[in-house]
């Protein structure tokens, strides 16, 4: 039984570099986090200037739904292995907030985005919009993966328009909108059970991994302890459902039924589905822990694996 736990020991020691390069690699989301565009009251984009905006401190994260539209190269044996690409939005429609995860009232979070007009009338919108993320199908069961790094073509940002919620205008939203931040496609994002050969399988999910790109300059995410939070601090997650828009309509093959039509690309001579996808889900900030922070913990946990070991041999005497 000691020789036992000395293997253990020891395995704990050993084990803490991998632990650090882990943490380090991967993003920790916030559960208390807060977003502030107080800044952009009296910006003016066009001929729209903008008021009423506010904050939400303590927050979980923000509820989101929308659409999307994916379009599936079909080689001869269907889409697997074949490239795809995806545009479409999602609606910030809600929030939870800490530490309760209570969801905040409609009142409270029509006060964040703002009325659009002189006289009151209706809220801003805030929504995540992507134009032609492409990615591969990667299995059979309905497994996708989005590119990144410079094989990502395709474009991702969070707008702020008067016009209110996206409602499928993707692509051609108002002039007067305004970027509040751009995004980066990072590794790990993709989908299960998005289904081949056109559209999504009911139980399907889709993540996106995100680097803040750019942030306005006068919009502030802080931490719980109030630090203001910078593109090389910030991390986004994004999770949602993926089901097809109308499941009795859902795509069977190349020929497609309803809202799913087969389609040839002329340039590629692939023909196509295009599948209208819904979602909805969350979306979470998230950072990477300072260095500091984890040589702390590994100070911590050395400090421990020595201490039972002294424990051990003053037994043994």
């Given at each position: 039984?000691?020789n036992?736990?000395r293997?253990?020991?020891?395995?704990?020691?050993?084990?803490?570099p991998l632990?650090?390069?882990?943490?380090?690699?991967?993003?920790?989301?916030?559960?208390?986090w807060?977003?502030?565009?107080?800044?952009?009251?009296?910006?003016?984009?066009?001929a729209?200037t903008y008021?009423?905006?506010?904050a939400?401190?303590?927050?979980?994260?923000?509820t989101v739904?929308?659409?999307?539209?994916v379009?599936?190269?079909?080689?001869?044996?269907?889409s697997?292995g074949?490239?795809?690409?995806?545009?479409?939005?999602?609606n910030?429609?809600?929030?939870?907030?800490?530490?309760t995860?209570a969801?905040?009232?409609?009142?409270?979070f029509g006060?964040?985005?703002?009325?659009?007009?002189?006289a009151?009338?209706?809220?801003?919108?805030?929504?995540?919009?992507w134009?032609?993320?492409?990615g591969?199908v990667?299995?059979?069961?309905g497994?996708?993966?989005f590119?990144?790094?410079v094989?990502?073509?395709?474009?991702?940002?969070?707008?702020?328009d008067?016009?209110?919620m996206?409602?499928?205008?993707?692509?051609?939203?108002?002039?007067?909108?305004l970027?509040?931040a751009?995004y980066d496609?990072l590794?790990?994002?993709g989908g299960?059970?998005?289904?081949?050969?056109?559209?999504a399988?009911?139980s399907?999910?889709?993540?996106?991994?995100l680097?803040?790109?750019s942030?306005?300059?006068?919009?502030?995410?802080?931490?719980?302890?109030d630090n203001?939070?910078?593109?090389?601090?910030?991390f986004?997650?994004?999770?949602?459902?993926?089901t097809?828009?109308?499941?009795?309509?859902?795509?069977?093959?190349?020929?497609?039924t309803g809202?799913c039509?087969a389609?040839?690309?002329?340039?590629?001579?692939l023909?196509?589905?295009a599948?209208p996808?819904?979602?909805?889900g969350s979306?979470?900030?998230?950072h990477?822990?300072?260095?500091?922070a984890l040589?702390l913990?590994?100070?911590?946990?050395?400090?421990?694996?020595?201490a039972?070991?002294?424990?051990?041999?003053?037994?043994?005497?």
């Amino acid at each position: 039984m000691r020789n036992q736990k000395r293997f253990l020991s020891a395995g704990l020691l050993v084990a803490l570099p991998l632990m650090a390069s882990q943490a380090i690699a991967a993003p920790i989301p916030f559960t208390d986090w807060s977003i502030d565009l107080t800044g952009l009251n009296t910006t003016t984009v066009g001929a729209t200037t903008y008021g009423g905006l506010g904050a939400i401190d303590t927050l979980n994260d923000i509820t989101v739904a929308g659409q999307s539209t994916v379009i599936q190269n079909l080689g001869s044996t269907g889409s697997l292995g074949e490239s795809f690409s995806e545009s479409g939005y999602l609606n910030w429609i809600g929030a939870k907030v800490f530490p309760t995860n209570a969801s905040l009232s409609p009142a409270a979070f029509g006060a964040f985005l703002g009325t659009n007009d002189a006289a009151g009338n209706g809220f801003n919108g805030i929504y995540f919009e992507w134009i032609d993320l492409t990615g591969v199908v990667t299995s059979a069961a309905g497994d996708i993966s989005f590119d990144t790094g410079v094989a990502q073509t395709g474009s991702l940002s969070l707008y702020l328009d008067l016009d209110g919620m996206n409602l499928g205008l993707v692509g051609t939203g108002v002039g007067e909108r305004l970027e509040l931040a751009s995004y980066d496609i990072l590794p790990i994002s993709g989908g299960s059970d998005i289904g081949i050969d056109g559209g999504a399988f009911p139980s399907g999910t889709v993540g996106l991994t995100l680097a803040f790109a750019s942030i306005h300059s006068d919009v502030i995410f802080r931490d719980s302890s109030d630090n203001i939070l910078d593109t090389g601090d910030l991390f986004q997650f994004i999770d949602v459902d993926a089901t097809i828009a109308d499941p009795a309509l859902f795509c069977t093959g190349a020929n497609g039924t309803g809202d799913c039509n087969a389609n040839v690309n002329p340039a590629t001579a692939l023909s196509f589905i295009a599948s209208p996808i819904q979602h909805e889900g969350s979306t979470v900030i998230a950072h990477v822990p300072e260095p500091s922070a984890l040589m702390l913990l590994a100070g911590s946990l050395v400090s421990l694996g020595g201490a039972a070991n002294r424990k051990r041999k003053s037994k043994s005497i």
